[in-house]
């Protein structure tokens, strides 16, 4: 008997469907291995790009069209986006503020 | 009969706006960008009524109106949106309790003088004194 994955979860066999699944796997990777620990220093060029708006302006668009080219790509970097936007934000809060 | 021109650029124009959302909900898409953009600014009286409870369920509400009016892209914007209002909120625990607030033993003082210059480095305006005297103890050695 064959087993089948679940529809929201099958990727086509297709050089598109394959590099869904990869882009899943390698921010699955990133969720775990930077969003999830706060104490997970982000590389130096993501702190500074932070300050300036346009970067951020990218990032968020980088969400918009992950989101439309793949909804399940697109929830992930939604999620990496908003952890990384967070942590930033708390990173650069005066210490007396905090 | 007059040449009419298939393809190329105006082609593609004219499909991306017949494919471009209503302009009502791409000035939504816009002010959701900007407001993820610009989140570290909103100010914090608009974070903390986010955060409470009020809020939580209004936000909740929200999102949920924009996934069934607008589709699950513009609700995961809001999403996104609405969680950096919350994390960004201040926390009243960090922000007003006193870290050393005098019991009922100890004698309050008010503040007399100038800031520290810790306190200005630091930003902090300090209510009142618990102590301003501190008994110390020799260090005994051991035997």
């Known amino acids: ?98 | 009969m007059p040449t009419v021109q298939i393809g190329g650029m105006i082609s593609s124009f004219q499909n991306l706006m017949n494919n471009m959302d209503s302009p009502v909900k791409l000035l939504y898409g816009v002010v959701l960008l900007l407001l993820v953009v610009y989140s570290p600014v909103v100010p914090s009286e608009y974070k903390t009524f986010a955060d409470s409870l009020l809020g939580r369920v209004l936000g909740i509400a929200i999102i949920y109106g924009v996934v069934e009016s607008m589709g699950w892209v513009y609700g995961l914007l809001t999403a996104l949106a609405f969680l950096l209002l919350i994390s960004g909120a201040p926390r009243d625990d960090f922000n007003l309790q006193e870290g050393f607030d005098g019991g009922g033993t100890v004698s309050e003082k008010k503040i007399v003088g100038k800031r520290w210059f810790v306190e200005k480095v630091l930003g902090e305006r300090p209510n009142k004194i618990a102590t301003d005297r501190v008994l110390t103890t020799a260090i005994e050695s051991y035997k």
């Open chain 1, 1 to 98: 008997m064959k087993t089948t994955w679940p529809s929201f979860l099958s990727f086509q066999g297709t050089t598109d469907g394959i590099f869904r699944a990869l882009a899943v796997f390698v921010l699955a990777i990133v969720i775990v291995k930077y969003s999830a620990l706060f104490e997970e220093e982000y590389s130096k060029k993501l702190t500074d790009l932070y300050i300036t708006p346009w970067w951020r302006l990218l990032v968020v668009l980088l969400v918009l069209t992950s989101a439309l080219w793949c909804p399940r790509v697109g929830i992930l970097v939604a999620l990496v986006v908003f952890f990384y936007l967070s942590d930033m934000n708390i990173l650069i809060r005066p210490f007396s503020e905090l």
